[in-house]
Every structure is written in C-alpha cells, then in structure tokens.
C-alpha cells in the first residue's frame, strides 16, 4: 500500500507535470500566432509595394463578369487576411482572468497559485507609468495566512483549479491559432487562384471563331426526343419491366419496343422525321443499355461504385443510365 505521504506526492508530481505541460503548448502557440502575425506583415509589405501593377491590372479588366469573379476572390483574400490576424491576436493577448471560465461546482478555492488581481485596476494611467501605489491585491501577510490555513486536500484543489484555468487558456489559444494557420492556407489558395487568372487573362489568349469541333445540333430534334424518352422511359413502362427487364429477354424486348414507337412516333409529329437508321439505333442502344452489364462494368471500373444494389447506390445507377440514353439522342440529334 502507497502510504498517504506518496500518495500525496504522487498527486502534486501528476498536477505538476500536468500544468506545466500545458503552460508549454501554450508557449508554443504563442509562438506560432507570433509566426503568423509576422507573414501578415511580410503579405502587405509586398502588396503595398506592387500596388501599382495590381491597380493597374484591375483598372485593365473589362468584363463585367471577369470583374465579378475578381472581386469574389479579393473579397475571400480580405476576409481570410482579417480573420488570421484578428484570431493570431486574440492567441497572443493573455487571458487576465480565466477563473470566471471555470465551473468550480461548489468547490472552495482561493486562487493562491496565480495571482492577477490588482489594485487600484491596471488601467489608464498605470498602463504607462510605475506607480509606487499599484499593488497586488492580496498583501503579503494575508496570503502567508492563507497558504498556513492550506491543508493537503485543500493544496490539490488549488492545484486543479490552476490546472483548470492554463487548460482553458491552451485550449483557447490552440483552437484560435488553428483556424489562423487554416485562413492562412485559404489565402495562399485564393491568391493561387487569382495568380492563375491573371497569368491566363495576361499570356493565354485564345482568338478567332474557329469551333474545336464544328458540328450542328438539331436542337429542337433533341429537345423532342428528350420529351419523348421520358414518356416511353417512365409512363409506359410498367413496373414487371422496370423489374425483370435487366434479367429476362421478354420483358426487356416488349419495354425496347414501346419505347422506340414513341420516340420514333412523337420525332416524326413533331419535326417530320423518321429514318430506318434512327430507328436501329434508338432500339437496339436501349436494348444493350437496359440489359445493364455495360453500366454494371462502367459503375464498377470508371465511376468506382463498390456495390450496385445498395439503397444509396441505386439512384447513381439510374442517373448513369439516363445519362447514356441523353448521350445517344444528342448524338441522333447531330446526325439528323
């Protein structure tokens, strides 16, 4: 058995241990708001110095919508300046009285290990001057008093209730200077955005009305077959197909061939065309869709989906498979 003397000691050695390395991290993250206060310091300096050019290239933009998208970006580059340097700041002042942050819960402490109150307050003029009448608010002869009235239980509370006030402060100090470095980083990002912008907008031009790709969409064609795949896809389709169409020939033919009438019959009303070619095409690219293995091998190597049939997986499936269906009326749409 420890005897009550080490266990004592064994106590005051952990509350020790404990408040020191607490006062250590937040040595540490004075050390890195410090860090970021002096890289806000080195930014604006270089700002100040370019500002010509940066005007400059801001008066140059034409646009209204390039004007947007700059001022977006400089509005976020602002804003994460301000919030770095207000948190970096708020790290570096010292937290004066971090006890009316502790729930003590009953507990009497007298707040003998550190001592902060003054008296008179320390404000006005004793902030600039050394006056002889600026005292500690506890006298000498009271805390000696008060240190002799200690016992051992009544020494670990007040141990835990330091313990309590610097874990508060590192808290505090850690989370602030945290998001600082984070804003930051978000400002190096948005400053690479916009470097990149400029850098386009300055050597990167391309000129001309030469299209990569000069191809002519039937527009109200696609439009018509867009309609028409929804009614063939969804209102007269039944629910035996929708099922078994994936798993069983009959099904999956007698759903292909509804659907490819409608399409064909509502194109041909609409816009007066019907071709055999178009037919096969619409027909047999649904039968080889609906059938499913190539969306099940597209889901599985391209788009990465681990496990088809789960609820949450299923209603990707489906916007895959609409998707190929929209890719083939586009491309009847160019033909035609």
């Not at 309609?227 to 994936?246: E, N, P, V, W």
């Amino acid at each position: 058995m420890i005897e009550e003397k080490d266990r004592f000691k064994h106590k005051l050695d952990f509350l020790f241990k404990a408040i020191d390395d607490a006062q250590n991290t937040i040595r540490f993250a004075d050390t890195k708001a410090g860090a970021v206060i002096a890289f806000w310091s080195l930014v604006i300096t270089a700002l100040i110095r370019t500002k010509e050019s940066w005007y400059s290239w801001l008066i140059s933009i034409n646009t209204w919508i390039d004007k947007i998208v700059v001022y977006i970006i400089l509005i976020l580059m602002i804003y994460f300046c301000v919030q770095s340097v207000w948190l970096a700041y708020l790290t570096i002042v010292p937290k004066s009285n971090p006890d009316a942050h502790i729930d003590k819960d009953g507990v009497d402490v007298q707040g003998l290990f550190y001592l902060h109150a003054m008296k008179p307050t320390l404000k006005g003029k004793y902030l600039y001057h050394n006056y002889s009448d600026l005292k500690l608010a506890i006298t000498t002869k009271e805390y000696l008093c008060k240190l002799d009235g200690l016992s051992d239980a009544d020494i670990h509370k007040e141990l835990a209730f330091e313990l309590q006030k610097v874990s508060f402060i590192r808290n505090l100090k850690i989370h602030r200077v945290n998001i600082a470095i984070t804003a930051v980083i978000r400002f190096l990002i948005t400053l690479f955005i916009l470097f990149v912008y400029w850098f386009g907008h300055q050597f990167i031009q391309f000129k001309g009305d030469n299209e990569l790709f000069h191809l002519e969409v039937n527009g109200k064609l696609f439009i018509v077959l867009y309609i028409a795949h929804k009614i063939g896809d969804y209102l007269f389709q039944t629910d035996k197909q929708a099922r078994l169409k994936s798993e069983e020939w009959g099904p999956l033919l007698k759903h292909c061939l509804v659907y490819t009438l409608i399409v064909i019959g509502v194109a041909y009303l609409y816009t007066g065309l019907f071709n055999w070619t178009a037919v096969m095409i619409i027909f047999f690219t649904h039968v080889f869709l609906d059938k499913r293995s190539f969306l099940l091998w597209w889901g599985k190597y391209v788009k990465r989906v681990k496990e088809s049939d789960i609820p949450h997986m299923q209603s990707a499936m489906l916007e895959l498979d609409q998707a190929f269906h929209y890719i083939v009326l586009f491309i009847v749409s160019l033909i035609y």
